[in-house]
């Protein structure tokens, strides 16, 4: 499976990695979805489907001040767009945001069970096995594969970052420091892999470098007060956040 087929599977694969390219996907179906003369029946399902994978690309990521609105409205329409695998793919992500890892678990399932090419719904199925408290090793060997067999694809940071997040639960610091370090040149416009990072440096006794990352974290334009402020309200002893624990406990109480 080369990386131009597994993209052709998933239309929105780009849109994930900022937050205009991201706007800019949500509101040209939005548009196009608001006028039922459009299209076909079909691609509207399949456009529902792809808006709400853009919308929960904002919730999750915090962009563009996406909260529970943007996030009732991938579920509306999700419930719009049938059964395909980007409409499974959004529905993982709802169900984690609402904390129900083992619905999460079996949407993920069904999407790389429809399509089998779909990079990044085989990803968030091994991540999703980690939050669930799965077999590390096993998610490890899934994402590699995925890396391999599309080393180009738009959204390879994110499969570093989950990655980098499977050696952080195992508190295997060097390997945790390298993946999330690839996952932070790849994807800069996150800050969730800047944040476990530099907890990665710090808990392997690098606390010149924990704190350089950081900094950088901080002084970044891309990331404004909110972003710091939503970090730190995150509660770090939830249980389904493999992790988190010793990311907030460094990271909250330096962030601004």
Known sequence: MA?????????????????????????????????????????????????????????LNGWNNADQPE?????????LAGNSALAQHAQGLIHRKNGDHQRALSAF????????GFARA??????QRVLSGGNTNQARVEIQRVIDQNPLH???????????????????WPNAIKWLS????????????RAYLAA???????????????????????????????????????PNYRGRTRVLNFVGPLLP
């Not at 996030?71 to 419930?79: F, K, P, R, S, T």
């Not at 399932?109 to 089998?116: D, G, Y």
């Not at 738009?154 to 295997?172: C, E, H, K, L, N």
């Open 154 to 172: 738009p959204a390879s940071g994110y499969f570093y970052w989950t990655m980098g997040r499977a050696y952080f639960v195992d508190q295997d």
């Open 182 to 193: 690839k996952s932070v040149k790849a994807l800069p416009t996150v800050g969730y892999n």
């Open 109 to 116: 399932q069904r999407a790389v069970q429809l399509e089998p």
């Open 122 to 127: 085989q990803v968030q199925l091994a991540n």
């Open 200 to 238: 990665a440096k710090q808990h392997a006794g690098n606390t010149r470098g924990a704190r350089t990352t950081l900094r950088q974290f901080i002084n970044d334009p891309r990331f404004d007060q909110a972003t710091f402020t939503k970090m730190k309200q995150l509660n770090p002893n939830d």
């Open 71 to 79: 996030l009732a409205a991938a579920q509306g329409a999700v419930n």
């Open 3 to 59: 990386a131009g087929q597994a993209v052709g599977t998933d239309p929105v694969a780009n849109a994930v990695l900022s937050p205009e390219a991201s706007l800019f996907t949500r509101e040209l179906l939005q548009n196009a979805l608001a006028n039922p003369a459009a299209a076909a029946a079909g691609w509207r399902a399949q456009a529902q489907a792809l808006l709400a994978n853009v919308l929960m690309n904002d919730v």
